[in-house]
Structures are given as C-alpha cells and as structure tokens.
C-alpha cells in the first residue's frame, strides 16, 4: 500500500544496485536522495512499520498527492546489526481539492553496518 505515496528513487538510465552481488547496497547518491531532514551518512537500513490513518475515503478518478515529510522521532541506538537510528517520518496525502485523505507513518532503521 506505501508504494502508492513514495516517489521514485531513480531515473531512467540510472543504476540503482553498483553490483550483482547478492545483498548489494544500494549506490551511496541514490540510497540518499528523498531524505528531506539532516541525517547522518549510513551504508544500510530497514523499514520498521508503515501506519496509515484515513480521514477520508478516496475513489477512482481521485488524483492523489504526498504533501510533506516531517521527522517526527529519531531514536539513537546500537543494534546487532550497527550503529543508527530508529526514525519515524509522517506525510500527509491530500486530493486534487487539497482535501486530508490520510496520513502515512513509515518507520526506518538506518545504520552503519558491522564489518563482518
């Protein structure tokens, strides 16, 4: 369901993956790109949880848009897997009257992953 309110993370043409290699990281420039608040430089990262609350049903035809980005909680933490921080953004989806139809809450953890 999030995939409808993110925007894409590359162009045509671009590379998203630098390697075949199985569990490759994402390339450093894309993996930054539609991070609107200071943060951090990490290597990885995870989603968490994705929480939506509607305040208006939406039907075919609507024309759907995000309308910003807050950061709304980041929690600094040492994990198993590196050093990051637990975040958690909201954005709110508007209808082409500017109407409130939701608000979406995407949970992320981003890391410095351990060397293995």
Do not use: H
């Not at 420039?29 to 430089?41: E, K, L, T, W």
């Not at 709304?72 to 933490?77: A, D, H, V």
């Amino acid at each position: 369901m999030a995939s409808w309110t993110s925007s894409a993370i590359w162009n045509p043409g671009e590379t998203v993956w630098d390697s075949a290699e199985r569990n490759a990281p994402a390339n450093r420039r894309m993996a930054q790109q539609g991070r609107p608040y200071p943060a951090p430089s990490t290597n990885a990262g995870f989603a968490t949880d994705v929480e939506y609350e509607y305040f208006k049903p939406f039907r075919v035809g609507d024309r759907l848009t995000v309308r910003g980005r807050k950061l709304i909680q980041c929690l600094p933490k040492e994990t198993s897997v590196g050093r990051g921080a637990f975040m958690i953004t909201e954005t709110e989806v508007v209808n082409q009257d500017g109407e409130l139809i939701a608000k979406a809450r995407l949970g992320n953890y981003s890391y410095v992953a351990r060397k293995k």
